[in-house]
Antibody, heavy 118, light 107 residues
Framework: EVQLVESGGGLVQPGGSLRLSCEAS????????MNWVRQAPGKGLEWVSY????????YYADSVKGRFTISRDNAKSSLYLQMNSLRAEDTAVYYC???????????WGQGTLVTVSS | EIVLTQSPATLSLSPGERATLSCRAS??????LAWYQQKPGQAPRLLIS???NRATGIPARFSGSGSGTDFTLTISSLEPEDFAVYYC?????????FGQGTKVEIK
């Protein structure tokens, strides 16, 4: 059974940093690209970042470019999102999602809530 | 950035009725469009990819159509578990973008 489990969310002050993790199981993690997608409270879905299976290619939404860094450790079947210079508008549930056929998200984690507030 | 506009924002229907949801792209996305369902407190679930291909385990009452800029998700006969929010998403260009969602609520 495919499982994605996010962790690392919490309350952080504006300007602070946080590192999210997503632990994968039930599939060969190293062969899949992965993504982070977020959802602000009561709002819609926003794609945040993408990383290819070998970490050779990464993309970011303009809203997080230069502040967030996506990475992965295939030996640990884990995906990460380093978030720096956090702003109130980064408050959201952050989901990791498996990428299939170059852009569809077939499995999602349960999400981890990040709250940026003083 | 490709903007996806979904309509209507809310659809009020009764179980057994047919639901028709629309997604319009600001430029052609060919057939690179997907639909997701999200229930309160849950992660989204992939329903349809490549405009018309049902994902594994998705009931046949869900169907997708369209290409270019205009797409439709149809639920032929609403079941109680289908009342949820539906999002479209494109993979034609970076950044990947989602529509703002259509809420299907019980009338």
């Amino acid at each position: 059974e495919v499982q994605l489990v996010e962790s690392g969310g919490g309350l952080v002050q504006p300007g602070g940093s946080l590192r999210l993790s997503c632990e994968a199981s039930g599939f060969t993690f190293s062969t899949y690209s992965m993504n982070w997608v977020r959802q602000a409270p009561g709002k819609g879905l926003e794609w945040v970042s993408y990383i290819s299976s070998s970490s050779g290619t990464m993309y970011y939404a303009d809203s997080v470019k230069g502040r967030f860094t996506i990475s992965r450790d295939n030996a640990k079947s884990s995906l990460y999102l380093q978030m720096n210079s956090l702003r109130a508008e980064d408050t959201a549930v952050y989901y990791c999602a498996r990428d299939v056929r170059s852009g569809w998200y077939d499995y999602w984690g349960q999400g981890t809530l990040v709250t940026v507030s003083s | 950035e490709i903007v996806l506009t979904q309509s209507p924002a809310t659809l009020s229907l009764s179980p057994g009725e047919r639901a028709t949801l629309s997604c319009r792209a600001s430029q052609s996305v060919s057939s690179y469009l997907a639909w997701y369902q999200q229930k309160p407190g849950q992660a989204p679930r992939l329903l349809i990819s490549d405009a018309s291909n049902r994902a594994t385990g998705i009931p046949a009452r869900f169907s997708g159509s369209g290409s270019g800029t205009d797409f439709t998700l149809t639920i032929s006969s609403l079941e109680p578990e289908d009342f949820a929010v539906y999002y479209c998403q494109q993979r034609s260009n970076w950044p990947r973008t989602f529509g703002q969602g259509t809420k299907v609520e019980i009338k």
